[in-house]
Every structure is written in structure tokens, then in C-alpha cells.
Antibody, heavy 120, light 107 residues
Framework: EVQLVESGGGLVKPGGSLRLSCAASGFTFSNYSMNWVRRAPGKGLEWVSSISGRSGYLYYADSVRGRFTISRDNAKNSLYLQMNSLRAEDTAVYYC?????????????WGQGTLVTVSS | DIQMTQSPSSLSASVGDRVTITCRASQDISNYLAWFQQKPGKAPKSLIYAASSLQSGVPSKFSGSGSGTDFTLTISSLQPEDFATYYC?????????FGQGTKVEIK
């Protein structure tokens, strides 16, 4: 069974940093692209970032490029999102999501999410 | 960036109704279109990929169609557990983009 468990969310001041983690199990982690998606309060889903299985390809939304860094450790079956220079508009529930198949990065499986609140 | 526009933004329907949600892409995305369901306080759930392929375990009352720029999600007979917000997303190119969501409410 595919399981994705996010952690690392919390309350942080504007300009601060936070590192989110996603622990994966139930599949061969290195075979799949992974993603971060967020949902801000009262808003819709927003794709944040994607990383290919061997970390060769990284993609970011314009809203986070230069501030957020996606990474993974295939030996630890873990996905990360380093978030720097946080802003109030980064407040959201952040979801880790796995690609549905090895070949195409369509979102297939989701974690339960971790809440990030950016406030002074 | 590819813009995804869903309509309607919300709808009220009764149990047993047939419901259709549309999603339009600002440029041709072939069939690289997925649909997701999200209930309050819960993680999104993947329903459909490749415009019309049902995710494993998703009931057949959900169906998707379309290609190019125009797509639809249909729920054949709405049940209480289907009241939720539905999103389309294109995965033809980066940045991935979602529609703004369609909230399906009880009439």
C-alpha cells in the first residue's frame, strides 16, 4: 500500500524558513517523480514543485522559484521541501503527491498534508 | 503558462442527479488532463487521468471525456459522499496548473 506522510509544518514568522519532509513507503521510491501541492485557506489547489526519480529534473511554480528547493533522498525514501524567505501568502496545507505511473508525472497518490502558517 | 478554467464555480444538486463539470485549457493539452476530488479537511483524491481513465478503486459513476482544450467530468448519479470540490489539472507541461475548482453542494 502506498503511504505518504508529511511532517515539518508549523508556525513561522515572515522571512523565516521551514523544511517539510515526506516519508514514503509501499513502493520503489526512486522509480517515481514526486511533487508538492498546496492549498491556501479559502483558495484552490496550487502545484508547487516536482522532482524526477533520480533528481535530474526539478520544476517550480513562479510563486516559489528562488525561495523553495525540492530534493529527495532515495536511500531514505524521503522527499523534502526547503522553504526560505517565507511570506504570509505561503500559508497553506502542503501535500506530498506521487506520480501515478513511472512514465508520466500525473498525480496519483497523496499524503494527508502538513499545515504551514506564516505569521508574525 | 496554460490556464485552466472550470465551470461552473459551484453548483447545487440533489441526490440522484447527473452532474457535469467542464474544464477548458487555454491551449491544446491533448489528453493530459486529470480530475481530483477534495472534501473539507481531507487530502485530494485522484479520480481520473488521461482525460478519461479511471483511477483504480474509483467508482464507475465518475467518467471523464474530452481532448485538446475542452474536457468534462460527469457524475452519473450523485450520492451524499460525492458532495465535495472538484479540480481539473493539466500535466501537458510545466508549470502544472489547476482549475479554480467546482464546489458541488446539496440542494
Amino acid at each position: 500500500e502506498v503511504q505518504l506522510v508529511e511532517s515539518g509544518g508549523g508556525l513561522v514568522k515572515p522571512g523565516g524558513s521551514l523544511r517539510l519532509s515526506c516519508a514514503a513507503s509501499g513502493f520503489t521510491f526512486s522509480n517515481y517523480s514526486m511533487n508538492w501541492v498546496r492549498r491556501a485557506p479559502g483558495k484552490g489547489l496550487e502545484w508547487v514543485s516536482s522532482i524526477s526519480g533520480r533528481s535530474g529534473y526539478l520544476y517550480y511554480a513562479d510563486s516559489v522559484r528562488g525561495r523553495f528547493t525540492i530534493s529527495r533522498d532515495n536511500a531514505k525514501n524521503s522527499l523534502y521541501l526547503q522553504m526560505n524567505s517565507l511570506r504570509a501568502e505561503d500559508t497553506a496545507v502542503y501535500y506530498c503527491a506521487r506520480a501515478q505511473t513511472v512514465g508520466a508525472n500525473v498525480l496519483g497518490y497523496w499524503g494527508q498534508g502538513t499545515l504551514v502558517t506564516v505569521s508574525s | 503558462d496554460i490556464q485552466m478554467t472550470q465551470s461552473p464555480s459551484s453548483l447545487s444538486a440533489s441526490v440522484g442527479d447527473r452532474v457535469t463539470i467542464t474544464c477548458r485549457a487555454s491551449q491544446d493539452i491533448s489528453n493530459y488532463l486529470a480530475w481530483f476530488q477534495q472534501k473539507p479537511g481531507k487530502a485530494p483524491k485522484s479520480l481520473i487521468y488521461a482525460a478519461s481513465s479511471l483511477q483504480s478503486g474509483v467508482p464507475s459513476k465518475f467518467s471523464g471525456s474530452g481532448s485538446g482544450t475542452d474536457f468534462t467530468l460527469t457524475i452519473s448519479s450523485l450520492q451524499p459522499e460525492d458532495f465535495a470540490t472538484y479540480y481539473c489539472q493539466q500535466y501537458n507541461s510545466y508549470p502544472r496548473t489547476f482549475g479554480q475548482g467546482t464546489k458541488v453542494e446539496i440542494k
